[in-house]
């Protein structure tokens, strides 16, 4: 599968570089600051200490998908007491997702002055190629300039930067690095635009071949800021569990397309059914405790291309939105 799934994959990074410098051009519109750190990586602030804003991550989410992939914001969410979402689609759905926007390069520094640490997201993962699941793909991507966003709510120390530049093969002053705090706008508006992710990670979860989803929309809620980082978390994580809907396109049989719409929805897990946030607490704030079918899509639709035949599973939860919302 790997040789074949990615053997005409595009260079995410070239598709992505032109957004990352849109994006800088237009901070002070999109109420960003930018800085660097000694060593010349650019850091792109999107709510630490600024404002940053909804048309900011929603460009960052672009910029995360490789630059393959579309953002809008509609009104079709599907919940009366919160109607407006995000609307996300991806040109090449395994690529611009898990081999771009998927968070999964584990980055921290420790010393006795500072303690960092940080899921990467982004093109520059394509370069550094650490992780399981770019090896599994067969991709490597090759470029002089990268970015990686970053969900936290401090700066990066240099010790992060040079070692993400080392990894990638590219100067320090080559990096970037987008800093997207949940309890921001922008930050809220970027995981929103994970929705499409999440399907396909969990698709890649149990296990469906890959190389047979052809294309993917997702829909999902913008969450209000939660004004800390664990609330922020807890919604965001929310509005995608209990009211993001996605709709795949499979090139299967019509008992695979079936199989893979029973399996994704989040009320396929044993966890479903209260906020994250709690839920999260009641593991003591260890990720790796909840179950791994949680983190889905609330309600999916596969549809295969060979026979048309359309497979519902899941449901949109509207009391517990509300519940995580406050509404």
Not at 13 to 26: I, M, Y
Not at 40 to 69: H, K, P, Q
Not at 140 to 146: F, M, P
Request: proline share 5%; net charge negative; with cysteine.
């Amino acid at each position: 599968m790997s040789s074949t799934i990615s053997a005409n994959w595009t260079s995410v990074n070239a598709a992505c570089q032109p957004l990352v410098e849109s994006l800088v051009a237009d901070a002070q519109a999109l109420q960003l600051e930018i800085s660097t750190l000694e060593n010349g990586t650019r850091i792109v602030d999107a709510g630490i200490n600024c404002v940053g804003g909804l048309e900011a991550g929603r460009r960052i989410g672009e910029i995360c998908m490789g630059g393959l992939g579309t953002a809008t914001l509609g009104t079709n969410s599907g919940f009366d007491n919160w109607p407006w979402s995000v609307n996300v689609h991806a040109k090449t759905p395994v690529l611009s997702c898990l081999g771009s926007q998927y968070a999964g390069w584990s980055l921290s520094h420790k010393d006795e002055n500072t303690k960092f640490f940080a899921l990467g997201s982004g093109p520059g993962r394509a370069l550094a190629g650490r992780e399981e699941v770019l090896k599994e793909f067969a991709y490597k991507d090759e470029a002089e300039s990268t970015c990686i966003v970053l969900e936290v709510d401090s700066f990066p120390p240099i010790e992060v930067a040079e070692k993400v530049a080392n990894n990638c093969g590219i100067k320090p002053e080559n990096l970037t690095f987008i800093l997207t705090p949940t309890s921001s706008l922008a930050g809220v508006m970027q995981i929103a635009i994970r929705v499409l992710e999440v399907a396909m990670h969990k698709a890649h979860t149990v296990h469906f071949p890959m190389e047979k989803i052809v294309d993917g929309f997702g829909v999902t809620p913008v969450a209000p800021p939660g004004g800390d980082f664990m609330t922020g978390m807890g919604r965001t994580n929310d509005a995608i569990l209990y009211g993001g809907m996605v709709h795949l396109f499979v090139d299967a049989t019509d008992d695979e397309a079936k199989d893979l719409a029973e399996k994704m929805p989040s009320n396929s897990s044993s966890d479903y059914g209260r906020p994250f946030g709690e839920i999260f607490k009641s593991y003591e704030f260890d990720f790796f405790k909840i179950d791994p079918m949680l983190f889905s899509p609330a309600k999916v639709i596969v549809t295969n291309t060979n026979t048309g035949k359309s497979f519902t599973a899941g449901t949109l939860n509207q009391e517990l939105l509300t519940l995580s919302f406050g509404l």
